[in-house]
């Protein structure tokens, strides 16, 4: 699914991998679907691509995989490719992509992913996580609470191997995303491939560098 995080250095990642699927840039392709930036996958299937595909970034093994909702819904009914580049700050200004991966899910993985949560549930706890009230008293009154309950969801429907991260800040974020792992998506069979040399063209390892800051006159 689409990733509402992917932000700065993941943008202009992804932008390389929309550059290497269809020679468009992210922004150019983005006025080709529906839903624009808000769409459901960041490439999609029969817009000058023969697949779905969600890309995400990480410098670990852990990835953010926005809205969990949706991200329910999407792998429930969709064939999905998601590329994961694996980057690591070699420098203050550079980030080094030395992996990307491609895994391929259809929904015959659901149940892996989700064992037998059920998407109502999902939007019962995602409701209740939007109805906390905004400040910090809010925030610290349901720091354990939101946690006791994605234990009890685990308890009466299981827990597969994406997730359920609830984002409560002092101030007004109040949101359930979901997270994976790359060595989960291994062990678990999803089928995959990894590549260290060349991307679609791209050759690795891709060094990003931090563009200089912004200044303004007064």
């Not at 009154?141 to 685990?154: D, E, P």
Request: proline share 2%.
């Amino acid at each position: 699914m689409k990733s509402t995080n992917v932000q700065g250095h993941g943008d202009e990642f992804e932008n390389q991998i929309h550059l290497a699927v269809h020679g468009k840039s992210k922004k150019e392709y983005e006025t080709l679907i529906e839903g624009g930036y808000t769409a459901k996958f960041d490439i999609v299937k029969g817009t000058l691509s023969t697949f779905n595909g969600s890309v995400k970034v990480t410098n670990g093994n852990g990835v953010g995989c926005g809205d969990i909702v949706r991200m329910w819904q999407g792998t429930r009914h969709n064939d999905i490719t998601f590329i994961i580049g694996v980057w690591e700050q070699t420098s203050k200004k550079v980030k080094t992509y030395s992996v990307i991966y491609e895994f391929y899910l259809d929904p015959s993985h659901h149940k892996v992913l989700w064992s037998g949560i059920k998407l109502g549930t999902l939007k019962k706890f995602d409701a209740y996580v939007k109805s906390i009230p905004h400040g910090k008293a809010g925030q610290s009154a349901n720091k354990k609470l939101w946690k006791q309950k994605r234990q009890n969801i685990h308890n009466k429907e299981g827990k597969g191997i994406i997730g359920i991260a609830a984002k409560i800040d002092s101030k007004t974020q109040r949101r359930v995303q979901c997270t994976l792992g790359i060595q989960d998506l291994i062990d678990s069979g999803v089928p995959y491939k990894k590549y260290t040399k060349t991307y679609r063209g791209i050759f690795l390892p891709f060094i990003q560098r931090k563009s200089p800051a912004r200044t303004f006159n007064k």
